[in-house]
């Protein structure tokens, strides 16, 4: 069993930032994937980035060379440096681990934290 605890998130003026972070605790062995996702108001879950199997970063067009994914193993924390921030980041931001158990393939995910970006 893993938990997931997200903070960081907050409102902030478009083309500032903001740094999230996600504490994992519990078994983090044989993880897949560690990413985080959004979910805007009346729109689907997405994923905003990822670190794959083998640790390739993988990034939604949407947010290329603003975001920045990164992770502390020794802490089991990852983080999302989110910079250049628009309107159109605001949503409730999701950290997942996708993790391959004795029960099978498992996802895990925080509680959300909300992101809002105003004026």
């Known amino acids: 069993q893993v938990q997931l605890v997200e903070s960081g998130g907050g409102l902030v003026q478009p083309g500032g930032s903001l740094s999230l972070s996600c504490a994992a605790s519990?078994?983090?062995?044989?993880?897949?994937?560690m990413a985080w996702y959004r979910q805007a108001p009346g729109k689907e879950r997405e994923v905003v980035a990822a670190?794959?199997?083998?640790?390739?970063?993988i990034y939604a067009e949407s947010v290329k060379g603003r975001f920045t994914l990164s992770r502390d193993n020794a802490k089991n924390t990852l983080y999302l440096q989110m910079n250049s921030l628009k309107p159109e980041d605001t949503a409730v931001y999701y950290c997942?681990?996708?993790?391959?158990?004795?029960?099978?393939?498992?996802?895990?995910w925080g509680l959300g934290i909300t992101v809002t970006v105003s004026s």
């Open positions: 997942n681990i996708n993790q391959t158990t004795y029960r099978g393939v498992m996802d895990y």
């Open positions: 670190f794959t199997w083998g640790g390739r970063v």
């Open positions: 519990g078994s983090m062995f044989s993880v897949n994937t």
